[in-house]
């Protein structure tokens, strides 16, 4: 099964600050099937992004993603105080589908 | 709007059973793929299966092979997961999740399975 792994584990930045969250693949991802997702505490995950860059029904155009192959990466162009949170990627581009371990995004 | 609203969790015993449900509302529940995802007290995000529109293919992560069941009654809206011979690892919040495009597009709350003596 593939393998991401995502970094930085934890991101301390202010509000109104660039988010870059990066999410390494163990194999190529097929056709660049790689989710995002968002979770806030003691709430269900919301989808983000998928197909590497599409983004989701009603999500910020401030949420973009990018990459291929191996490496992706999840941008947050300006941090809003709702955006303080753990993300997750996803790949489903291989069976089982897979996520990864998860980075935090915590306020600085 | 779309809710998927589960029920059945609880306190089991090492080798026990529980049957999860989940029922759907907002969406074409017969349309749709359906799946089960866990995750563990502070930890992160894993598949646990998946069922087909009409439940005729069915798809378990490698770990809860044999001993979950996945299925759906499509004009209840409802979901299922039977979990047998439950194991301390196996403790999680469970969620219901619709599938499109192969992504978790919506969600339910979760319900917390906790497998302890």
């Known amino acids: 099964e593939i393998v991401l792994t995502q970094s930085p584990a934890t991101l301390s930045l202010s509000p109104g600050e660039r988010a870059t969250l990066s999410c390494g693949a163990s194999q190529s991802v097929s056709s660049s099937y790689l989710a995002w997702y968002q979770q806030k505490p003691g709430l269900a995950p919301r989808l983000l992004i998928y197909?590497?860059?599409s983004r989701a029904s009603g999500i910020p155009d401030r949420f973009s993603g990018s990459g291929s192959g191996t490496d992706f990466t999840l941008t947050i162009s300006r941090l809003e105080p709702e955006d303080f949170a753990v993300y997750y990627c996803?790949?489903?581009?291989?069976?089982?589908?897979?996520f990864g371990q998860g980075t935090k995004v915590e306020i600085k | 709007e779309v809710q998927l609203v589960e029920s059945g969790g609880g306190l089991v015993q090492p080798g026990g059973s529980l049957r999860l449900s989940c029922a759907a509302s907002g969406l074409t529940f017969s349309s749709s793929w359906m799946s089960w995802v866990r995750q563990a007290p502070g930890k992160g995000l894993e598949w646990v299966a998946s069922i087909k529109q009409d439940g005729s293919e069915k798809y378990y992560v490698d770990s809860v092979q044999g001993r979950f069941t996945i299925s759906r009654d499509n004009a209840k809206n409802s979901l299922y997961l039977q979990m047998n011979s439950l194991r301390a690892e196996d403790t999680a919040v469970y969620y219901c999740a619709r599938v499109r495009l192969r992504v978790f597009d919506y969600w339910g709350q979760g319900t917390l399975v906790t497998v302890s003596s």
């Open positions: 996803q790949q489903y581009g291989s069976s089982p589908t897979t």
């Open positions: 197909d590497a860059s």
